[in-house]
T-cell receptor, first 114, second 110 residues
């Protein structure tokens, strides 16, 4: 079975550009999480969805960040405009609601903003 | 104070040795506890849950001390393949979110 799929795997962009990260959760999973990982702050939850509905976006750093989940098999995380401090690895994870212990992570997108 | 605190290491341990990590959490209402493993440049993966009575999975033993709010992971007879970052993870009651520690980096030396 396919795991969580993320694209692109690597992204290099210039400050001020729009960045869109994509995620396809495991089929049948109804909870989706977006995380950001940096050396300094570790793994931080940005936002999560249940049944395509955003439940908690308190971790979203600021208005430059937005996330959508138009259907059960696709989600996007957008940064506009991007800044060098957004450079990090962005992970998407999915699970069955109520089974929070086992979140299945995608391979991540390594973002570098110059 | 961070919600979940871990010694970042690195721990450099000879193959075959026993190594232990601790992790402390700040919310006394935390309900569920886990250890995740993250290999270099890879995604985190669940290693094991931590139960109140303590639990073992092969060479790995996890323990929980609710009174002191700390969790431990013991690795016996360490293998080269155990080299990774170990993330302490906490889930609060009634909350679907996981809170991750920043991780403890372990390197097993041949």
């Amino acid at each position: 079975d396919a795991g969580v799929i993320q694209s692109p795997r690597h992204e290099v962009t210039e400050m001020g550009q729009e960045v869109t990260l994509r995620c396809k959760p495991i089929s049948g999973h109804n909870s989706l999480f977006w995380y950001r990982q940096t050396m300094m702050r570790g793994l931080e939850l940005l936002i999560y969805f249940n049944n395509n509905v955003p439940i908690d976006d308190s971790g979203m750093p600021e208005d430059r960040f937005s996330a959508k989940m138009p259907n059960a098999s696709f989600s996007t995380l957008k940064i506009q405009p991007s800044e060098p401090r957004d450079s990090a690895v962005y992970f998407c994870a999915s699970t069955l609601r109520g089974n929070q212990e086992t979140q299945y992570f995608g391979p991540g997108t390594r973002l570098l903003v110059l | 104070r961070k919600e979940v605190e871990q010694d970042p290491g690195p721990f450099n341990v000879p193959e075959g040795a026993t190594v232990a990590f601790n992790c402390t959490y700040s919310n006394s209402a935390s309900q569920s506890f886990f250890w995740y493993r993250q290999d270099c440049r890879k995604e985190p993966k669940l290693l094991m849950s931590v139960y109140s009575s303590g639990n073992e999975d092969g060479r790995f033993t996890a323990q929980l001390n609710r009174a002191s709010q700390y969790i431990s992971l013991l690795i016996r007879d360490s293998k080269l393949s155990d080299s990774a970052t170990y993330l302490c993870v906490v889930n609060d009651f009634g909350n679907e979110k996981l809170t991750f520690g920043t991780g403890t980096r372990l390197t097993i030396i041949p």
